[in-house]
């Protein structure tokens, strides 16, 4: 049967066409429902919604032979199908957030969770060991920056340097740092 016939008679409802239809794209709606269901159960139920789906779209002439195959077409619908029910399958599965006023801190709690602090001491010692095996200047462009916040123009004043030396060495201050922290973790990683 050709696809213009399949797809009139399908439009008529005619027995022959459906069985046939149903027979030559089994294999193409079960291989687009493979990518989304592995529950054979799941899948059955599918399968029959996609037929439905696609005969109702066949009935509002949404196929056109000009564009293209009835295949091709029949796998694009398909698939958009598939994954439009898997997109409100997944919006089912959300919980629905509601407030509950006496639930509701007054106010946000800012101090650090425990994770937050242990993560910290753990980067802190790694870092303070680190600043160990620098140089003093770079020690002491760190400790102005980082830990103390003072701006540039106050750290250049300080240790008596120019605005742009106080950037590059700043910034060299950092990339060795960075280095001895490398160093740190792929020693830390070599004895585990």
């Known amino acids: 049967m050709e696809e ?3 797809v009139e008679g399908l439009r008529e409802r005619r027995e022959s066409a459906v069985a046939t239809f149903l027979e030559r794209y089994r294999s193409l709606f079960y291989h687009c429902i493979g990518h989304f269901e592995t529950d054979h159960a799941l899948r059955e139920d599918l399968y029959q919604d996609l037929v439905l789906y696609v005969m109702e779209r066949l009935d509002r002439d949404r196929f ?3 564009k293209g195959s009835l295949g091709t077409w029949l796998y694009r619908v398909a698939w958009c199908r ?3 029910l898997k997109r409100k399958e997944g919006a089912r599965r959300r919980p629905r957030l509601t407030t509950v006023g006496d639930l509701i801190p007054e106010r946000q709690d800012d101090r650090p969770s425990p994770l937050e602090e242990a993560g910290d001491s753990e980067v802190g010692g790694f870092v303070r060991e680190a600043m160990g095996y620098l140089e003093p200047e770079e020690r002491t462009l760190l400790d102005l920056r980082f830990v103390d916040g ?3 123009a106050f750290i250049s004043d300080r240790l008596s340097i120019s605005l742009e030396q106080t950037k590059y ?3 060299r201050a950092t990339v060795s740092l960075r280095k ?3 160093n740190q973790f792929a020693t830390l990683e070599a004895r585990e």
């Open 4 to 6: 213009l016939d399949l």
């Open 64 to 66: 056109d032979a000009g």
């Open 82 to 84: 598939c994954v439009d």
């Open 150 to 152: 003072e701006p540039l």
């Open 169 to 171: 060495r700043l910034r």
């Open 180 to 182: 001895v922290l490398l």
